[in-house]
């Protein structure tokens, strides 16, 4: 059964770090490429990153400023989201997800109608 298991939110205060890990289990994920998406309350999920397979082409949102990394680890079988200098607005379910039939990001990577299969999400809170 083919499953990603998110770990690594939680609650920091604005300037903290925090690591997203998103974890393939029944996948090898060194093949795919894997997206990092935020939702904050009320708002349509977002396209945070995305590193492609192979080369891991990485992509960002430009509103992130560099304060996000995206990273893999193939021995692990996980891909990262080292998040740094976290702000308020950086409040939401953070999901990983990939577009199954795709080995590239795409031109499209932000948006969420690009990837099918997602994993369970973690809530990050930055409060001050």
């Known amino acids: 059964q083919v499953q990603f298991v998110e770990s690594g939110g939680g609650l920091v205060q604005p300037g903290g770090s925090l690591r997203l890990s998103c974890g393939g289990s029944?996948?090898?994920?060194?093949?795919?490429?894997i997206g990092w998406f935020r939702q904050a309350p009320g708002k349509e999920r977002e396209g945070v990153s995305c590193?492609?397979?192979?080369?891991?082409?990485?992509h960002y949102s430009d509103s992130l400023k560099g304060r996000f990394t995206i990273s893999r680890d193939s021995e692990k079988n996980v891909v990262y989201l080292q998040m740094k200098n976290l702000e308020p607005k950086d409040t939401g379910v953070y999901y990983c997800?990939?577009?199954?039939?795709?080995?590239?990001?795409?031109?499209?990577?932000?948006?969420?109608?690009?990837?099918?299969?997602w994993g369970q999400g973690k809530q990050v809170t930055v409060y001050s």
């Open positions: 997800a990939t577009p199954t039939q795709a080995g590239t990001c795409g031109y499209y990577w932000y948006r969420r109608s690009e990837f099918d299969y």
């Open positions: 590193i492609g397979s192979g080369d891991g082409f990485t």
């Open positions: 029944g996948i090898t994920l060194d093949y795919y490429a």
